[in-house]
């Protein structure tokens, strides 16, 4: 349960289909590197055909002619010619094939020997695990660079076979490690254990289930390794420790130049450029890839994305209520379109009044707590609508007023009580940091911290400050969020799910407390459930919705005894009790609509009893249909709600 | 006729019991526990996170090895690797969202079962995935489907679907679908229930949620810790239970027509590493008496068919019954 | 880490030097064949090699050889230098802590600039900052340091005559050698501290702490740092490695005498346990600096206290 509600507030699409790498090349960046690779590595496979001249060839009557640009140089010459009067332009493109030759097969040696190791050593486990783990920890535990220097400064007859060994082997370690851990990761989803249980055998497992799942980090590691190798590779002819002279080689064309480098600076600094370019360019292909396999990277930060003002309709409110919520909108753009989470979504919360709000997964109910204090995830953004605190719309407020309100005015308490504690700051650290920033002197927090500790009922409060929270339990962390968050009198408290991940004991044990805390402090408590059994227990009102939209409003009494929304209805005849022995349950038929493509009318109509064909042209706006509740259905303005009673 | 036989089985994980040393522990997440299905039948297992309740049922699909105790099928001992036996038995896991290979079509994973076990030729895999998929309530069409692109409600038909393939004669459903939304549960505990009748298939049906055990089961046992509490009919645990955590447990359940008053528990489920003496619910139970700290009670039949492991199973029995009764009287209000 | 932890890692970290030397001794013997025939020009009589032999001690079998090494290794005799006859331990440590500032300074200033771009990246992705950083992260990674070097050389020696471009003397020799390894460390500590911050920021607490309405400076200051700095220190740990080859380069190119340097040296007059002696003190350099950055990350994280041990 847990995973599919947090999954909700991210509103993310993994779309697994084997052919994402291609979807790399949609960003303009990984476009440049993929197009710049490729150029180099055409010139360096066409060096021979392309190169003007013998790069080895010397013309002791050309010695260091300027490149073309320079007043004295010539085209024939295009980047002028060395010390030795060879021409530097073609020392760079069979350097680019000496140098990408030797990166690419070091390349292809260190991935291979990594990709197997890892393979083995993260799905068997064991000793052969630790065997090859331990080789790594000695290998990464020591620069074998400089090894790698050391032996090629001593082996006789150096050819590229042996600067292809000395680079490439130590990088087995880099794949090995990356492949090993997915690999680890992978054998334990319930894919792989349910393979293992209809039967797959070991190999199998491996190869038709892990192995696809995993191969593609290697391309991504084996080109930013090229990358670093290619580096490499120039470092050791730099250091005369490359092909041996007259070969030309980046670092050597360099360290030749180096010599000359005050008549003519051009000679170290144009290979320095090729280098740069060529593993610019490997390196944005490399990323680009990165990105698809691990989308983790950039979410939104801290922006905050507000809408236009929209001019107010009606005048000031005489006795507004604690919070309203009107014509609310929130959508989450992404790469697969727009999300709908919140449509038009309006309600009122009295002082003191504790609303239930209750809905599936995908209706839109965290969203629009996240939006009552402004801490929408980007790009997700309010398109519309207002919020008033105390007759305050917080959409249009600015970051510093909204700063103000969080903490003093709101407080919220989340699903996960585990998750929202800092992991590697005490409970105490954050209880104090907490009460400064409400206004508590510095003085009296170490008290006030062990008073709101026990109200919340932590049995040893002084022993609790010292702990971290992984070393309490969910509930005794839920407790802590719970104290942190009414430490400040907040006038509104919304707890978004706060129980959910808790065992059912407990669960009963932190909501009765916290209910009770919030009668007794005439807060307003906004109950943020996909349990409508629960909420039923503490609400006084219930506010139902599905697909982002409203359906339902109401005391809830009323919405429970006799709900006016056919889902409602149909939600409560859905869930299995525990005191009676039911025959079969009235399951809802079919799956809430995709947010991405909403359909016209009325978003239950695909699933609904009593669908008329109003239902499918026109979404119903909310009317009170009794004091105080309020439905969003044709039935109601088309009079047949009695059928739902039937 | 007898399906699965679980006869004394203990399971012991090592762990590192304090910060700083590399002295390490035993975790002991089954306690000897003993239980029968039998065919076609659905054994409840119900439980707080942590009582052993998963760890119990991939012992009984043989993804983890008893540190002592037998498990039997049909009588018969099998080793884990043995196709009969992953032929028998299958399992269904929580998390829809891991439990189809994502470099798989739909069609694809439904084949391996069938390839795996030569169940059908060659010729046939085709026809008989479009059965494995109607049976589940999916079109044909999913079958070119990634996992991705499906729904948590469908990608479960696929799980059941998966499972079906081998014909097995048990299936183990851990926390099936307590991932899914309440308006799409209804439907896979529908589909569950339809294709026990149909095929005869037992269920042993994990789950933390007493309202979905009551409904899916015949019968139902309750884990406190390691241990079975008490074993009983559906109706009779659900209504007249005899052991004091069992009526925490229904108290602690929301229920739409208002609260349940009675026997709360205070405070939370103690260290699995780390258990109380005696009966090991006796630090949070509110009938627990000198006894208890010191003598850990047995699994025994108190009433025909129902069995608790508590000192005073009786006068738990009575006090439940009048709470039941109160419980009527308001619901007809 | 107590007592029985501390002992087990200190065991590690002697297993670790002990594989790198006889890695590093067979290795070189294997690719070398008979240093008394590399130390001798070509076509020195069999007899003048024989005495060679003798006199640097490679006449007995290689495995007496190993045995030899290790037991005076030991006892911090090294050997003595094929060439002018010094005791190599002495010349390593003479050179070790040159090298050891260079790094440092390296290390912390790459560190900080990592904590503050990354953070100020993250905070705002794909925003200005965002862009100018990963786009400078990007063209420095993809820049070798033994180029940037003679770039910097060029420019602000050659040209503008600001800093020396040889030699350690005063803080001025410091400040190319320095750059260009920062230049060098920095963009990849860059890009993993952005991407650490990114998704601290999306986790959960840091939500809750601004719902608390902490300050902007104390969710990214503080929650941020503690915790998006954990995988840092563990590349830092990761890239001493490369920080080392960097250094040899760096070390050859403005003629800082530091261990890079002298192996470079020792490599051209062939001076074989010049070669061996300083792979060992960097190899222990290292495994000490690794069990350094392991402890570091056991005090600042809390849960693998616990967990690891």
Same mark, same amino acid.
């Given at each position: 349960?847990t995973?599919?509600?947090?999954s909700?507030s991210?509103?993310?699409?993994?779309?697994?289909?084997?052919?994402?790498?291609l979807s790399?090349?949609?960003? *303009?960046l990984a476009?440049a590197g993929?197009?710049g690779?490729?150029?180099?590595?055409?010139?360096?496979?066409f060096?021979?055909?392309?190169?003007p001249?013998?790069?080895?060839g010397?013309?002791?009557?050309?010695?260091?002619?300027?490149?073309?640009?320079?007043?004295a140089g010539?085209?024939?010459?295009?980047?002028?010619?060395d010390?030795?009067?060879?021409?530097v332009?073609s020392?760079?493109?069979?350097?680019a094939?000496n140098s990408l030759?030797?990166?690419?097969?070091?390349?292809?040696?260190?991935?291979?020997?990594?990709?197997?190791?890892?393979?083995?050593?993260?799905?068997?486990?064991?000793?052969?695990d630790?065997?090859?783990?331990?080789?790594?920890?000695?290998?990464?535990?020591?620069p074998?660079?400089?090894l790698?220097?050391?032996v090629?400064?001593?082996?006789p007859?150096?050819?590229a076979?042996?600067?292809?060994?000395?680079?490439g082997?130590?990088?087995?370690i880099?794949?090995?490690?990356?492949?090993?851990?997915?690999?680890?990761a992978?054998?334990?989803?319930?894919y792989v254990?349910?393979a293992?249980?209809?039967?797959a055998?070991?190999w199998?497992?491996l190869f038709?289930?892990?192995?696809p799942?995993?191969?593609?980090?290697?391309?991504?590691?084996?080109?930013l390794?090229?990358?670093f190798?290619?580096i490499?590779?120039?470092?050791?002819?730099f250091?005369?420790?490359?092909? *041996?002279?007259?070969?030309a080689?980046?670092?050597?064309?360099?360290a030749?130049?180096?010599?000359?480098?005050i008549?003519?600076?051009?000679l170290p600094?144009?290979?320095?450029?090729?280098?740069?370019?060529?593993?610019l360019?490997i390196?944005?292909?490399?990323?680009?890839?990165?990105?698809?396999?691990?989308?983790?990277?950039?979410?939104?930060?801290?922006?905050?994305?507000?809408p236009?003002?929209?001019p107010?309709?009606?005048g000031p409110d005489?006795?507004p209520?604690?919070?309203r919520?009107r014509?609310?909108?929130v959508?989450f753009?992404?790469?697969?379109g727009?999300?709908?989470?919140v449509?038009?979504?309006?309600?009122d919360?009295?002082?003191?009044e504790?609303?239930?709000v209750?809905g599936e997964?995908g209706?839109?109910?965290?969203?629009t707590?996240?939006a009552i204090?402004?801490?929408?995830?980007?790009?997700?953004?309010?398109?519309?609508?207002?919020?008033?605190?105390?007759?305050?719309?917080v959409?249009?407020?600015?970051d510093?007023?909204?700063r103000?309100?969080?903490?003093?005015?709101?407080?919220m308490?989340f699903?996960?009580?585990?998750?929202s504690?800092?992991?590697?700051?005490t409970?105490?650290?954050q209880?104090?940091?907490?009460?400064?920033t409400?206004?508590i002197q510095?003085?009296?927090?170490?008290?006030t911290?062990?008073?709101?500790?026990?109200?919340?009922?932590?049995?040893?409060p002084?022993?609790?400050?010292?702990?971290?929270?992984f070393?309490?339990s969910?509930?005794?962390?839920?407790r802590?969020?719970?104290?942190?968050a009414l430490a400040?009198? *907040?006038?509104?408290?919304?707890?978004?799910?706060?129980?959910?991940?808790l065992?059912?004991?407990?669960?009963?044990?932190i909501?009765?407390e916290?209910?009770?805390?919030?009668?007794?402090r005439?807060i307003s408590?906004?109950?943020?459930?996909?349990?409508i059994?629960?909420?039923?227990?503490y609400?006084d009102r219930?506010?139902?919705?599905?697909?982002?939209?409203?359906?339902e409003?109401?005391?809830?009494?009323?919405?429970?005894?006799?709900?006016a929304?056919p889902?409602?209805r149909a939600?409560?005849?859905?869930?299995?009790?525990?005191?009676?022995r039911s025959?079969?349950?009235?399951?809802?038929?079919?799956?809430p609509?995709?947010p991405?493509?909403?359909p016209?009318?009325c978003?239950?109509?695909?699933?609904?009893l009593?669908?008329?064909?109003?239902?499918?042209?026109?979404?119903?706006?909310?009317?009170?249909?009794?004091?105080?509740?309020?439905?969003a259905?044709?039935?109601?303005?088309?009079?047949?709600?009695?059928?739902?009673r039937? | 006729?007898?399906?699965l036989?679980?006869?004394?089985?203990?399971?012991g994980?090592?762990?590192?019991?304090?910060r700083?040393t590399?002295?390490?522990?035993?975790?002991?997440a089954?306690k000897?526990?003993?239980?029968?299905?039998?065919?076609?039948e659905?054994?409840?297992l119900?439980?707080?996170?942590?009582?052993?309740?998963?760890?119990?049922?991939?012992?009984?699909?043989?993804?983890?090895?008893p540190?002592?105790?037998e498990?039997?099928?049909?009588?018969v001992?099998?080793?884990?690797d043995?196709p009969?036996?992953?032929?028998s038995?299958?399992?269904i896991?929580?998390?829809?969202?891991t439990?189809?290979?994502?470099?798989?079509?739909?069609?694809?994973?439904?084949?391996?079962p069938?390839?795996?076990?030569?169940?059908?030729?060659?010729?046939?895999?085709? %026809?008989?995935?479009?059965?494995l998929?109607?049976?589940v309530?999916?079109?044909?069409?999913?079958?070119n489907?990634?996992? %991705?692109?499906l %729904?948590?409600?469908?990608?479960?038909r696929?799980?059941?679907?998966?499972?079906?393939?081998?014909?097995?004669?048990?299936?183990?459903?851990?926390?099936?679908?307590?991932?899914?939304?309440?308006s799409?549960?209804?439907?896979?505990l529908?589909?569950m229930?339809?294709l026990?009748?149909?095929?005869?298939i037992?269920?042993?049906?994990i789950?933390h949620?007493?309202g979905?055990?009551?409904y899916?089961?015949h019968?139902?046992?309750?884990?406190y810790l390691?241990?079975?509490?008490?074993?009983?009919?559906?109706?009779?645990?659900s209504?007249n239970?005899?052991?004091?955590?069992?009526?925490?447990?229904?108290?602690?359940?929301?229920?739409?027509?208002?609260?349940?008053?009675?026997?709360r528990?205070?405070?939370?489920?103690?260290?699995?590493?780390?258990?109380?003496?005696?009966?090991s619910?006796?630090p949070r139970? %509110?009938?627990a008496?000198?006894?208890?700290?010191?003598?850990s009670?047995?699994?025994?039949e108190?009433?025909?068919?129902?069995r608790?492991?508590?000192?005073?199973?009786?006068?738990?029995?009575?006090?439940?019954?009048?709470r039941?009764h109160?419980?009527?009287t308001r619901?007809?209000? | 880490?107590?007592?029985?932890?501390l002992?087990?890692?200190?065991?590690?970290?002697?297993?670790?030097?002990?594989?790198?030397?006889?890695?590093?001794?067979?290795?070189?013997?294997?690719?070398?064949?008979?240093?008394?025939?590399?130390?001798?020009?070509?076509g020195?009589?069999?007899e003048?090699?024989?005495?060679?032999?003798?006199q640097?001690?490679?006449?007995?079998?290689?495995?007496?050889q190993?045995?030899?090494?290790?037991?005076g290794?030991?006892?911090?005799?090294?050997?003595?230098s094929?060439r002018?006859?010094?005791?190599?331990?002495?010349?390593?440590l003479?050179?070790l802590?040159?090298?050891l500032?260079?790094a440092?300074?390296?290390?912390?200033?790459?560190?900080?600039?990592?904590?503050?771009?990354?953070?100020?990246?993250?905070?705002r992705p794909?925003?200005?900052?965002?862009?100018l950083v990963?786009?400078?992260?990007?063209?420095?990674?993809?820049?070798?340091?033994f180029?940037?070097?003679?770039?910097?050389?060029?420019?602000?020696?050659?040209?503008?005559?600001?800093?020396?471009?040889?030699?350690?003397?005063?803080?001025?020799?410091?400040?190319?050698p320095?750059t260009?390894l920062?230049?060098?460390l920095?963009?990849?500590?860059?890009?993993?501290?952005?991407q650490?911050?990114a998704e601290t920021?999306s986790?959960d607490?840091?939500?809750?702490?601004?719902?608390r309405?902490?300050?902007t400076?104390?969710?990214?200051?503080?929650?941020?740092?503690?915790s998006?700095?954990?995988?840092?220190?563990?590349l830092?740990?990761l890239?001493?490695?490369?920080?080392l080859?960097?250094?040899?380069?760096?070390?050859?190119?403005?003629?800082?005498p530091g261990?890079g340097?002298?192996?470079?040296?020792s490599?051209?007059?062939?001076?074989?346990?010049?070669?061996q002696?300083?792979?060992?003190?960097?190899?222990?350099?290292?495994?000490?600096l690794?069990?350094?950055v392991?402890?570091?990350?056991?005090?600042?994280?809390?849960?693998?206290?616990?967990a690891?041990?």
């Amino acid at each position: 349960m847990t995973d599919l509600i947090a999954s909700e507030s991210q509103l993310e699409s993994t779309t697994d289909r084997p052919s994402r790498l291609l979807s790399t090349f949609k960003s *303009p960046l990984a476009l440049a590197g993929l197009v710049g690779t490729t150029l180099i590595a055409l010139a360096a496979v066409f060096a021979p055909a392309l190169a003007p001249h013998d790069p080895t060839g010397q013309n002791l009557s050309q010695i260091l002619a300027p490149p073309f640009w320079d007043q004295a140089g010539t085209l024939e010459f295009a980047l002028g010619t060395d010390g030795l009067g060879r021409d530097v332009l073609s020392r760079i493109l069979y350097g680019a094939r000496n140098s990408l030759t030797i990166s690419f097969f070091a390349m292809l040696l260190g991935s291979t020997l990594g990709l197997i190791t890892g393979l083995l050593a993260g799905f068997f486990g064991g000793r052969l695990d630790s065997v090859i783990m331990r080789l790594g920890d000695v290998q990464l535990a020591f620069p074998f660079i400089l090894l790698a220097i050391a032996v090629l400064g001593v082996v006789p007859n150096r050819s590229a076979w042996h600067i292809i060994v000395v680079l490439g082997i130590p990088g087995w370690i880099i794949y090995a490690r990356v492949v090993r851990s997915r690999v680890m990761a992978e054998k334990e989803k319930n894919y792989v254990v349910a393979a293992r249980a209809t039967g797959a055998s070991k190999w199998r497992r491996l190869f038709i289930y892990v192995f696809p799942s995993v191969w593609q980090v290697v391309p991504v590691i084996a080109l930013l390794d090229f990358g670093f190798l290619i580096i490499m590779e120039s470092t050791l002819s730099f250091l005369g420790l490359g092909l *041996p002279p007259p070969a030309a080689t980046w670092g050597g064309i360099l360290a030749e130049g180096r010599r000359n480098m005050i008549v003519s600076p051009w000679l170290p600094i144009l290979p320095g450029i090729a280098i740069v370019l060529t593993v610019l360019s490997i390196n944005l292909l490399g990323d680009g890839m990165a990105k698809v396999i691990d989308p983790s990277g950039a979410k939104g930060g801290f922006r905050r994305l507000r809408p236009e003002p929209t001019p107010r309709a009606d005048g000031p409110d005489e006795a507004p209520p604690l919070l309203r919520v009107r014509n609310l909108s929130v959508e989450f753009p992404d790469a697969n379109g727009t999300i709908s989470a919140v449509r038009n979504v309006g309600f009122d919360l009295q002082r003191g009044e504790i609303l239930g709000v209750v809905g599936e997964s995908g209706s839109g109910k965290s969203v629009t707590a996240s939006a009552i204090v402004q801490l929408i995830d980007p790009p997700g953004r309010v398109t519309s609508g207002e919020i008033l605190l105390d007759g305050e719309d917080v959409v249009q407020a600015s970051d510093r007023r909204m700063r103000q309100l969080r903490g003093h005015s709101v407080a919220m308490i989340f699903q996960n009580p585990t998750a929202s504690l800092n992991p590697v700051l005490t409970v105490g650290y954050q209880m104090r940091e907490a009460l400064r920033t409400i206004g508590i002197q510095n003085r009296d927090v170490k008290d006030t911290v062990v008073r709101v500790l026990t109200t919340v009922g932590i049995p040893d409060p002084k022993r609790v400050v010292r702990q971290y929270p992984f070393e309490l339990s969910g509930g005794m962390n839920q407790r802590v969020m719970t104290a942190m968050a009414l430490a400040a009198q *907040p006038r509104l408290l919304i707890a978004d799910e706060p129980t959910t991940a808790l065992d059912t004991t407990t669960q009963e044990q932190i909501l009765t407390e916290l209910v009770d805390l919030a009668r007794s402090r005439e807060i307003s408590l906004l109950l943020i459930t996909h349990d409508i059994a629960l909420v039923s227990q503490y609400a006084d009102r219930i506010l139902v919705l599905y697909a982002g939209e409203v359906c339902e409003n109401g005391p809830t009494s009323r919405v429970i005894s006799d709900p006016a929304h056919p889902y409602t209805r149909a939600l409560l005849e859905s869930v299995p009790r525990v005191e009676v022995r039911s025959d079969r349950l009235q399951a809802i038929p079919g799956e809430p609509p995709d947010p991405r493509a909403l359909p016209i009318g009325c978003p239950f109509a695909a699933r609904c009893l009593h669908v008329m064909d109003i239902c499918r042209v026109e979404d119903p706006s909310p009317v009170e249909i009794a004091s105080g509740q309020w439905t969003a259905c044709h039935l109601w303005t088309e009079d047949r709600a009695e059928v739902m009673r039937s | 006729m007898t399906l699965l036989e679980v006869t004394d089985v203990t399971k012991g994980f090592e762990v590192r019991t304090r910060r700083f040393t590399r002295a390490k522990g035993t975790l002991t997440a089954v306690k000897s526990v003993s239980l029968q299905i039998e065919a076609g039948e659905t054994l409840g297992l119900v439980g707080e996170s942590g009582c052993g309740k998963s760890t119990l049922g991939r012992m009984v699909v043989r993804l983890l090895e008893p540190t002592s105790g037998e498990v039997r099928l049909s009588g018969v001992l099998y080793d884990s690797d043995d196709p009969v036996l992953r032929r028998s038995v299958q399992i269904i896991f929580q998390d829809p969202y891991t439990s189809l290979p994502p470099k798989m079509t739909v069609g694809r994973i439904l084949a391996e079962p069938l390839l795996i076990h030569r169940i059908v030729p060659e010729g046939q895999i085709e %026809s008989r995935v479009r059965q494995l998929l109607s049976d589940v309530g999916l079109k044909p069409e999913h079958a070119n489907s990634y996992g %991705s692109e499906l %729904s948590g409600g469908q990608r479960q038909r696929v799980s059941i679907a998966r499972a079906l393939a081998v014909e097995p004669e048990l299936i183990v459903a851990d926390e099936a679908v307590s991932a899914l939304d309440v308006s799409v549960q209804a439907q896979i505990l529908n589909l569950m229930r339809d294709l026990q009748e149909q095929r005869g298939i037992a269920y042993l049906f994990i789950s933390h949620d007493l309202g979905v055990v009551r409904y899916m089961s015949h019968r139902i046992a309750v884990m406190y810790l390691g241990e079975i509490v008490e074993l009983g009919t559906a109706d009779d645990v659900s209504e007249n239970s005899l052991h004091p955590y069992t009526n925490a447990l229904l108290s602690a359940v929301p229920s739409i027509h208002g609260h349940v008053s009675g026997s709360r528990v205070e405070s939370e489920p103690p260290d699995p590493a780390n258990p109380p003496s005696g009966c090991s619910f006796h630090p949070r139970c %509110s009938w627990a008496q000198d006894v208890c700290a010191v003598d850990s009670p047995q699994l025994i039949e108190w009433r025909p068919g129902q069995r608790a492991a508590c000192h005073f199973a009786l006068e738990v029995f009575e006090s439940s019954r009048e709470r039941r009764h109160d419980q009527a009287t308001r619901g007809e209000n | 880490m107590r007592g029985r932890a501390l002992l087990i890692r200190f065991v590690q970290m002697v297993f670790v030097v002990v594989a790198v030397v006889t890695i590093a001794f067979f290795v070189l013997r294997i690719a070398t064949g008979d240093p008394a025939r590399l130390v001798n020009p070509p076509g020195t009589p069999e007899e003048i090699i024989a005495q060679t032999r003798a006199q640097i001690g490679t006449d007995v079998s290689i495995w007496q050889q190993y045995v030899d090494y290790l037991s005076g290794a030991v006892t911090g005799d090294l050997g003595t230098s094929f060439r002018g006859a010094q005791p190599v331990a002495d010349a390593v440590l003479r050179a070790l802590p040159n090298t050891l500032i260079l790094a440092g300074l390296t290390v912390s200033i790459s560190a900080v600039l990592a904590i503050g771009f990354g953070a100020l990246a993250a905070w705002r992705p794909e925003g200005l900052i965002d862009r100018l950083v990963l786009g400078f992260a990007a063209v420095a990674q993809a820049t070798p340091a033994f180029w940037l070097a003679v770039v910097l050389i060029l420019v602000f020696s050659i040209n503008l005559g600001w800093f020396p471009a040889i030699d350690m003397r005063g803080w001025r020799s410091f400040v190319l050698p320095v750059t260009t390894l920062v230049l060098s460390l920095s963009p990849i500590l860059v890009r993993t501290a952005r991407q650490s911050f990114a998704e601290t920021l999306s986790e959960d607490y840091i939500k809750a702490a601004r719902a608390r309405g902490l300050p902007t400076w104390r969710v990214l200051g503080i929650h941020g740092v503690k915790s998006a700095a954990l995988p840092l220190i563990t590349l830092v740990g990761l890239q001493l490695g490369f920080l080392l080859a960097g250094a040899v380069v760096v070390e050859a190119i403005f003629n800082w005498p530091g261990i890079g340097k002298l192996i470079l040296d020792s490599l051209a007059s062939r001076d074989f346990p010049m070669i061996q002696g300083g792979i060992l003190v960097a190899a222990m350099v290292f495994v000490i600096l690794n069990f350094i950055v392991d402890m570091l990350y056991a005090v600042l994280d809390p849960r693998v206290g616990a967990a690891q041990a």
